[in-house]
Every structure is written in structure tokens, then in C-alpha cells.
């Protein structure tokens, strides 16, 4: 019998099984699987993740179309490429990480041999963020499956297209008790949240990462929080402005800005700032378009995921201009396409919402400064 075979042949749809069926489910058969689950099963597991993945592209790049008109390119680059190199890298170092190391005894133990072995967590949560609803999937399904873990994926909401096809391509690799996904709202990751799971990786926002530690200290769950931020960029006088403005366009606007650590705001030194507001607006023109129109029909441009964040948008940029902001560049929104052009903005000052919340869309404030960083109050804005 093959491991595709064994590994799919009991897989079944998650819908007749309530979430705690399927947390026992998985909790009865990791205890049965410790110490079992061998390096060739593990490697078997990861191939046949990655076969199915390489068969599927193009449904992974539709259903990202769909749900935010994620471009194909970026979609191969930032999503699917990301989890194949983890297949890769733990196919590669798996047997050494699984291996047993010989450790110093104590002095209290002293003539005595010491070794760590490596175990399993066991039951392990990923909770999926809608930003890079794939990668983030998928990437920390990889080392959990990698280090012999039971998992249950809740992939976001906001993805609808791109949760439901996570959960074909699970049901066609694994059997639920290995792998299941659980689609729903808050109100799914709420009861989730509330099983004693060993391991739990969440994607988002600090505010729901503050709920997802305060759940899992009740049960001592082991955590990973990946949580945003607002993440500075500097650029200096003797900088070369062209290559700060290109590498600035792509991390600050692919996915349309909705990246936890793309560029959220750049300081630049004063003597440079005018050159470098027309040398990265003309970076802007050159990749995605002269004009508002031209930027709407670029192949290469995300969109918003959905009206609540275009709103949110809205209201940051309503509001930095309500108290003396300069749009240089964008600032336009259509609504019924969710878009929202590459924007460039100045005279941003810490008073304006768009200096203390985390921006997560395509809205990149300059703000310049003299002599050292400290003295323009730099940790006011980055609060």
C-alpha cells in the first residue's frame, strides 16, 4: 500500500463531523502515531503535498483571482514558490533534525549519559490570515507536518475561493485524522481557540493575537504569533535614490499593500527629499501605469480584499488630508472595484491616524528629517 493511498484513504468531508469530533479524532490518532510516524512517511507526507500543489497551480491562481484579483505572477512568487522551498528545505534536513543529540549530563548526575530526543507536539492549530491566505497555510502545515504534528487549518474567511480549494487539495493528500481543514468565521476560530490543542501558529493582527495567547494559556498550548506592525524605511543622503525607489514600489505595493512587513511609511534625509518624491513617483508610473485609468486595467496590480478594509482606507486617507497632508501621487478609489491606486504622501505628521495605525493598503506617507531620527520624534509615529 502506498502512503498517497494510506494517507487519503480515510479522508472525508470535515461538514458531518463537528469540531470536536474532529479534534478527539485527531488527538486519539496522534497518540497512536508517537514514535511511529518515521522519517519515509514524513518525506512521503511532503511529497505528496507538493505533487498536489504542482498539479493544481493554476486552480491556486484562479481562486486568488477571485477572491482579491491577485496577479498570477505574484501568486507563483509569493505563495506558491514560498511552500514548495519549505518542502524542499525540510525534505533536506529532516533526517538530522529528527536525530537524537548526546547532551552534557549535569554535576548532579555526574558518570551518567545525556540525550535530547525530538518528539511530536501533537495536536497543532493554524489559524490563516487573508493576506497571504495560501503561503500561510500551507508554509506552517509543512514544518508541523515535518515534525510528525496531527493539524487543523482554519483558513480565513475573507478568502472564500482560496479556503474552500485549500480544503479540496487537504481532503485529496490527507486523511482527517492528519490533516483537516475547518472553514467558518470568528465564531469557528472561537471554539477552536477553546480545545486544548498542543501547538497553535496564528497569522494577524495584534489585537486577535492577544485573544489567541490568552486561549492558549489556559490550556498551556505552546504558541507562534506572526503579528503586524509598522515597519519604517530610512533613507539616507548619500542613498542611490533609484534603487531605494524601486525596491520601495515592489515591497510597499505588491498585494496591493496588504503585507504585514511591507514598507508602512520611509523617512527620508531632507536634502534628498524632493528628488526622491519625482524619482518614486516616476517608479510608480513606470510599473503600474501614468494615470488612474491606465493603473486600473494593470495585470500586475492586487486589489483590496473587500469593502470594510477599503473603507478603512478611505478614512486614513480622508483624515491625513483633513489635517494638512499632501497627496503627490493616487489618493483616487474606485469602490465598486475595490481599488485603490498606489498613493504617495507628505507632510504626514504623528497627529494623523496614518502615523499610528498599521496602514496594510497602498498608502506609503514620506516624511523627512534632519541630522538624526530621534530629533524629528520618530517613536512617536512608530507607536
Known amino acids: 500500500m502506498t ?39 514524513r518525506i512521503a507526507a511532503l511529497n505528496i503535498l507538493k505533487e498536489i500543489i504542482q498539479r493544481r497551480e493554476s486552480e491556486i491562481i484562479a481562486a486568488l483571482a477571485a477572491d482579491f484579483r491577485k496577479p498570477a505572477s505574484e501568486v507563483k512568487l509569493t505563495e506558491i514558490f514560498p511552500v514548495l522551498q519549505e518542502i524542499s ?59 510528525g504534528n496531527s493539524v487543523i487549518i482554519k483558513p480565513s474567511e475573507l478568502t472564500p475561493h482560496t479556503a474552500s480549494l485549500i480544503g479540496s487539495i487537504i481532503r485529496e493528500a490527507f486523511s482527517v485524522d492528519l490533516v483537516t481543514v475547518v472553514e467558518g468565521d470568528a465564531a469557528v476560530s472561537q471554539e477552536l481557540l477553546t480545545l486544548p490543542f498542543d501547538h497553535i501558529f496564528f497569522t494577524g493582527s ?43 514600489v515592489w515591497g510597499k505595493f505588491s498585494n496591493n499593500g ?12 531632507r536634502s534628498i527629499a524632493h528628488d526622491f518624491h519625482k524619482i518614486i513617483m516616476e517608479e510608480v508610473t513606470r510599473v503600474y501605469g501614468k494615470d488612474f485609468e491606465a493603473q486600473k486595467k494593470s495585470p ?43 498613493t504617495i504622501i507628505s507632510k504626514v505628521t504623528p497627529e494623523m491616524d496614518i502615523s499610528r495605525e498599521e496602514i496594510f493598503g497602498p498608502l506609503l506617507p514620506i516624511i523627512e528629517y534632519d541630522g538624526r531620527l530621534q530629533e524629528l520624534s520618530a517613536t512617536r509615529l512608530l507607536k
Not at 217 to 236: D, R
Open 3 to 41: 502512503m498517497h493511498t494510506r494517507l487519503a484513504e480515510s479522508n472525508s468531508s470535515t461538514e458531518s463531523h463537528s469540531v470536536i469530533d474532529i479534534f478527539n479524532a485527531q488527538k486519539k490518532a496522534s497518540s497512536a502515531r508517537r514514535g511511529k510516524f518515521s522519517l519515509a512517511e
Open 206 to 248: 495584534p489585537r486577535v493575537g492577544k485573544l489567541v495567547m490568552e486561549a492558549a494559556a489556559k490550556t498551556l498550548a505552546s504558541v507562534t504569533l506572526e503579528l503586524g506592525g509598522k515597519s519604517p524605511t530610512i533613507i539616507g543622503p548619500t542613498a542611490n535614490l533609484k534603487k531605494a525607489a524601486r525596491n520601495i
Open 89 to 147: 528545505h525540510a525534505k533536506r534536513n529532516l533526517k538530522t533534525w529528527m536525530m537524537p543529540r548526546r547532551v552534557k549530563a549535569a554535576l548532579s548526575v555526574l558518570g551518567t549519559k545525556a540525550r535530547l530526543s525530538f518528539e511530536p507536539k501533537g495536536v497543532c492549530l493554524i489559524i490563516a490570515p487573508w493576506n497571504y491566505p495560501f503561503n500561510l497555510s500551507f508554509g506552517p502545515l509543512v514544518s508541523a507536518l515535518a515534525a
Open 258 to 269: 496588504q503585507t504585514c512587513i511591507a514598507p508602512d511609511h520611509v523617512f527620508v534625509h
Open 300 to 342: 500586475d496590480y492586487c486589489r483590496i480584499v473587500n469593502d470594510q478594509h477599503l473603507n478603512r482606507l478611505y478614512e486614513l486617507i480622508g483624515d491625513a488630508k483633513s489635517k494638512g497632508a499632501k497627496i503627490l501621487q493616487g489618493g483616487e478609489i474606485d469602490a465598486l472595484d475595490r481599488f485603490v491606486a498606489p
